[in-house]
């Protein structure tokens, strides 16, 4: 049996780690004996470990708030995420010590492991790109659609002196003897790995995060509507927390423009927004529109409840690769809206199961809603979305694609060692 070790930052943070953790799950389904390995664990999960004791989440904290202020520091046009990967966290000691016979790196920011770190590995390595920094940069995603400085290594001027060019060299000269299998969960991640100066030579395949479509699929709308005291008679559209203000990338401002326009050129009297993620009191932006808030959802089926509830899910960022606030929805049967961006089209099919609209058009954005709201079939929507969810995101299906690339790395058994994943 193939033992094989996941590192994520977290197990159940941010949408990365999510999507870690449910490959993880996927895998033992089947048989594979799937491990993690995170720094900051917040399951109680027996096969998901943490790189030490307690002490070590402040020491990873305190680097990481070091990075941050490096990086406040440093002029850039890019509003997007940056990490430098600098100081060292020998988790490739952890790593090499363990009984894994590959490998699966997944969202390693944060300091978890340093650039140089990753070429020690003695391991074969398969990198899951939740987002486009293992080949930019220190940012996370490129700026922009136009922007390809990842493809020819930063080298404009304006680019010279800052962060991108220089963690990009760092990458560059740390990784030249090393082999990764990368695996994009979209066609546009994938797409950008290959036009990449970093990347251009790796192995790349595309296969989506997997989705547990027992737990995500579609509920009573009466009875979630009821559940959360959402009123019966509305048409509602869902939508996540507005605490991203700061984060451009997640489109709030897109959405704001694209609600008043809706208000100002279509009916909404019958129509409320539900805002998940945060309450009314912690309310920042005011978007004028009938809206109710339901708070931060945790648990999986009270989300897919939620979904249910909805009439739309509307997806505003301007960058992303599979958003799993995406797939989610149209697993419960729920139309998603959002432009024809990153790993959307892979989700979204126009006019089949929710709406592209063009980039970053807020007037298309807001038909693209109205279109949704007011098709004279919205269960055949609804029946669309499900059957794409289920077709393309089933587990087994998933971890099975995984598995073949892992039987490549390994075909014959190699030696392993007996020490547990733990410092």
């Known amino acids: 049996?193939?033992?094989?070790?996941?590192?994520?930052?977290?197990?159940?943070?941010?949408?990365?780690?999510?999507?870690?953790?449910?490959?993880?799950?996927?895998?033992?389904?089947?048989?594979?004996?799937?491990?993690?390995?995170?720094?900051n664990k917040l399951t109680n999960h027996p096969f998901v470990q943490s790189v030490g004791p307690k002490w070590r989440k402040l020491e990873f904290k305190i680097k990481d708030r070091l990075v941050r202020k490096v990086v406040s520091l440093q002029p850039t046009s890019s509003p997007m995420l940056h990490s430098l990967n600098l100081f060292p966290s020998f988790l490739h000691r952890i790593i090499n010590r363990s009984n894994a016979d590959i490998v699966n790196l997944h969202w390693i920011a944060k300091e978890m492991i340093s650039v140089s770190e990753i070429a020690k590995i003695q391991k074969p390595i398969v990198w899951t790109l939740h987002d486009s920094w293992a080949f930019c940069g220190a940012e996370h995603h490129?700026?922009?659609?136009?922007?390809?400085?990842?493809?020819?290594?930063?080298?404009?001027?304006?680019?010279?002196?800052?962060?991108?060019?220089?963690?990009?060299?760092?990458?560059?000269?740390?990784?030249?003897?090393?082999?990764?299998?990368?695996?994009?969960?979209?066609?546009?991640?994938?797409?950008?790995?290959?036009?990449?100066?970093l990347f251009k030579h790796q192995s790349i395949q595309t296969i989506p995060n997997p989705l547990n479509t027992d737990i995500f699929q579609p509920f009573s709308k009466a009875e979630a509507r009821a559940f959360f005291n959402i009123p019966p008679d509305k048409k509602v559209i869902l939508f996540g927390s507005l605490r991203s203000v700061e984060d451009k990338n997640k489109g709030l401002d897109l959405l704001i423009n694209a609600l008043a326009l809706f208000k100002e050129?279509?009916?909404?009297?019958?129509?409320?927004?539900?805002?998940?993620?945060?309450?009314?009191?912690d309310e920042t932006v005011d978007i004028d529109f009938p809206r109710q808030?339901?708070?931060?959802?945790?648990?999986?089926?009270?989300?897919?409840?939620?979904?249910?509830?909805?009439?739309?899910?509307?997806?505003?960022?301007?960058?992303?690769?599979?958003?799993?606030?995406?797939?989610?929805?149209?697993?419960?049967?729920?139309?998603?809206?959002?432009f024809q961006i990153g790993g959307l089209p892979d989700i979204i099919r126009h006019k089949y199961n929710g709406y592209l609209a063009q980039p970053y058009n807020p007037y298309d954005l807001a038909d693209g809603i109205d279109w949704v709201l007011n098709h004279p079939d919205h269960e055949m929507l609804s029946a669309n979305a499900r059957a794409l969810a289920v077709n393309t995101f089933s587990e087994e299906k998933i971890a099975s694609q995984y598995e073949k690339i892992y039987e490549c790395l390994v075909p014959e058994k190699i030696p392993v060692f007996s020490h547990p994943i733990a410092v």
């Open 142 to 197: 490129p700026n922009g659609l136009q922007d390809d400085n990842f493809v020819g290594g930063y080298q404009s001027a304006r680019e010279a002196l800052q962060l991108n060019r220089w963690t990009w060299h760092r990458k560059a000269t740390a990784w030249k003897n090393t082999r990764f299998h990368i695996v994009a969960p979209s066609q546009w991640e994938a797409s950008m790995a290959r036009r990449s100066s």
């Open 1 to 39: 049996m193939l033992t094989i070790l996941h590192v994520c930052y977290s197990d159940n943070e941010g949408g990365a780690d999510k999507a870690a953790l449910r490959l993880c799950k996927a895998q033992r389904s089947i048989g594979i004996n799937a491990q993690m390995l995170v720094v």
């Open 293 to 338: 808030y339901v708070g931060k959802i945790n648990d999986e089926k009270t989300m897919s409840m939620l979904y249910s509830a909805a009439d739309v899910m509307i997806v505003p960022s301007r960058m992303e690769n599979l958003p799993q606030t995406a797939t989610e929805p149209i697993a419960c049967g729920t139309p998603v809206v959002g």
């Open 265 to 281: 050129r279509y009916l909404t009297e019958d129509t409320l927004a539900v805002i998940f993620g945060m309450k009314q009191s």
